[in-house]
């Protein structure tokens, strides 16, 4: 057990550097940074809100995770976010009870996540381009749900999954909290995630050894759809309304950079949720802390980009070598040694 | 193909002669860019009330936010040979060649909210609002409401770079200059939307002691404040008065914020852009007086003394 822990712990460990050096890096500039204190029975403070923030674009990069880890990619995501907020918004407005509403909306995501799916695993679509489809398509979905407008409601139970609180933290975080570790425990648990490995790997070889590769695909699109619709839930609730032109807009760019900062390959195979949560993190930690540096709004995406680029150096695998070599005599420079032998 | 065209002439037919069947009133051709956001959509309700109030016969396109569409449409209201066109033009660039058409019909074309890069001769006139004189009366407002007491603004921007967020950063700036007791300490994009500024809101709170130091917020839109009063009220105070907020565009749910005493003064980016253009219009069809090249609308201050609900009723209706 504690073999596996600690494989596990050297596999986030550039993740949880990255982060580390980040947050760091906030609290010199902003001394308060790290403060938490208990206000109205809940956690308060920047790294609550990084947390918080965070929630949309971590529960896609789940999602986008397993679709990535399938040699696939989903676009759709952001669109997808934006038609069940929409759905959520127009049922509870409409007199649902709060079940219903989530149920059909979560409904809604995995039923969008199977129309991608079976694009790509029936009709053999590129995945880039049968998301494509639905990414381009949604918002006008959504729009044409909430008729243009931004729906706004004032439902206290769908609030309160935005901006209620559970256990003294934000319930978008107690979601992605949960939803993760259940998803991971699938994955991990059973030999879901070893399938869905080989199918990234060799979509063909697995189908020759019996893997039923178009119910897994179809699968893990579905699953994409259902995280874009929780995802889509918590950013209506969050402003009370379904706003059909921005939310979720770009987010799939984000979900899928979490993904890649989480060291898992866009070319298929071996995953890690906790990294790509991670990642999803460090993305927001890095939101949050150009927000409280005070920067003028001109240089946020450029000093997120270049994070973002040092982040992505240091984790390739040359770099690593290279660094190994100079700095400290450790694994990376005993195999140069004895290959230069 | 020979549907098509068979299709094309057969509606350029009927228009024709629709067109010339009801030529005792005026027809007007309206060219609107799409519906990309509500108050575009309230443009469009408004113009179409307008319209029927001056009994004018309005013929709408919508152009689905291409310039081409828009152009198309504005060829096709010459070939109708309507007595005026309107457009809310999508881009700036590239419309010389059809207002020249527009001109040699004898067609006049005024603009509507936004203007282009073509020779003011091609055109009538253009009906746009301020952005620089929004941003001056919501800080006017400001200055006279805090009267000499110190005062930390925040300021929310819009989209990077983008003209409404240029301008109403500016005509703000201009507003306070000369008022030391008020300072922006912070200003941030919140890219016009309710997530985002209530993101954005948060941070400025936590940075600045919980938003002890903060006195008055600044959002370039409605929509960006209603995503702060949120954080501001999740952070324990009173948006309203803890912290005064005052935004532009005067949408419908900033009114609610407002008889809730949560938001304090909006200026109002006016949908009514067709009431002007029709008057100008009017008095240049009598005695062909040629109005001046740009119409400015008003922008109006909206407080919680300006009966919010009542306002808020108004502006339901309109599809923002």
């Known amino acids: 057990m504690t073999s596996t822990l600690r494989t596990y712990l050297a596999r986030l460990l550039p993740q949880l550097i990255a982060l580390a050096a980040i947050l760091i890096a906030i609290s010199m500039t902003f001394p308060g940074f790290l403060n938490l204190e208990i206000q109205n029975g809940r956690l308060y403070g920047s790294l609550i809100d990084i947390l918080n923030r965070g929630a949309p674009v971590v529960l896609l990069a789940i999602g986008m995770t397993v679709v990535i880890a399938t040699k696939g990619i989903d676009l759709s995501v952001g669109a997808v976010m934006a038609i069940c907020g929409a759905v959520a918004a127009s049922f509870i407005t409409s007199g649902h009870s709060l079940l219903e509403t989530i149920l059909i909306t979560l409904a809604v995501g995995v039923l969008c996540g199977m129309w991608n799916g079976i694009l790509v695993a029936v009709l053999d679509i590129q995945p880039i381009i049968a998301t494509l489809v639905l990414m381009v398509a949604g918002r006008g979905i959504a729009q044409l749900v909430t008729e243009g407008t931004i729906l706004t409601f004032n439902d206290p139970g769908l609030i309160f999954i935005g901006s209620g609180s559970f256990a003294g933290l934000p319930m978008p975080v107690v979601v992605w909290l949960v939803f993760g570790v259940l998803v991971a425990l699938l994955v991990r648990q059973s030999a879901l995630g070893m399938l869905i490995e080989a199918i990234g790997v060799n979509r063909r070889a697995s189908t020759l050894s019996g893997v039923l590769t178009p119910v897994l695909l179809i699968a893990a699109y579905m699953l994409s759809g259902l995280c874009a619709a929780i995802a889509g839930i918590i950013a209506a609730a969050d402003i009370r309304g379904a706003d059909a032109n921005n939310a979720g807009l770009w987010l799939e760019l984000d979900a899928i950079l979490a993904v890649v900062v989480g060291g898992t390959s866009l070319l298929g195979g071996r995953f890690s949720i906790a990294a790509s949560v991670l990642g999803a993190i460090i993305i927001q930690a890095i939101n949050t802390g150009i927000l409280l540096s005070g920067f003028p709004p001109e240089f946020n995406l450029i000093i997120k980009a270049a994070i973002i680029v040092f982040i992505l150096v240091l984790q390739s695998p040359r770099f690593r070598t290279a660094f190994a070599f100079f700095a400290v005599p450790g694994r990376a420079a005993k195999t140069t040694e004895q290959e230069a032998k | ?320």
């Open chain 2, 1 to 320: 193909m020979k549907f098509a065209k068979a299709l094309a002439s057969a509606t350029i037919l009927a228009a024709c002669t629709f067109g010339s069947a009801s030529a005792a009133e005026l027809v007007v051709g309206f060219s609107q860019i799409g519906s990309e956001s509500g108050w575009r959509a309230a443009e469009t309700t408004l113009t179409k009330q307008q319209a029927e109030q001056r009994g004018i016969d309005l013929k709408f396109a919508d152009a689905q936010q291409k310039q081409e569409n828009q152009i198309k449409a504005i060829r096709s209201f010459i070939a109708q040979g309507v007595n005026a066109i309107l457009v809310a033009p999508v881009v700036a660039t590239g419309w010389d060649e059809v207002l020249q058409e527009a001109k040699d019909a004898e067609i006049p074309v005024i603009l509507l909210d936004r203007t282009v890069d073509a020779s003011d001769d091609l055109y009538l006139t253009a009906v746009t609002s301020d952005l620089v004189h929004e941003g001056n009366v919501a800080g006017k407002w400001l200055a006279d409401t805090v009267a000499g007491k110190p005062c930390n603004v925040v300021e929310l921007q819009g989209t990077t770079g983008s003209s409404p967020a240029i301008d109403r950063k500016k005509g703000f700036e201009q507003a306070l200059a000369g008022h030391d007791n008020l300072k922006i300490i912070r200003s941030q994009t919140g890219d016009f939307t309710r997530t985002k500024g209530k993101e954005v809101m948060e941070s400025f709170l936590k940075a600045e002691g919980g938003g002890k130091n903060i006195c008055a917020l600044y959002a370039h839109n409605d929509d960006m404040a209603v995503g702060a009063i949120q954080a501001i009220k999740e952070a324990g105070l009173k948006p309203g008065k803890d912290i005064l907020v005052v935004s532009i565009d005067a949408v419908p749910d900033i009114f609610q914020a407002m008889a809730a005493g949560e938001a304090n003064a909006t200026v109002e980016l006016t949908p009514n852009m067709a009431g002007p253009a029709f008057d100008a219009l009017a008095a240049y069809l009598k005695d062909g007086k040629a109005p001046a090249k740009w119409i400015q609308t008003e922008s109006k201050l909206y407080t919680q003394a300006d009966d919010p609900m009542k306002v808020y009723e108004e502006k339901k209706g309109l599809g923002y």
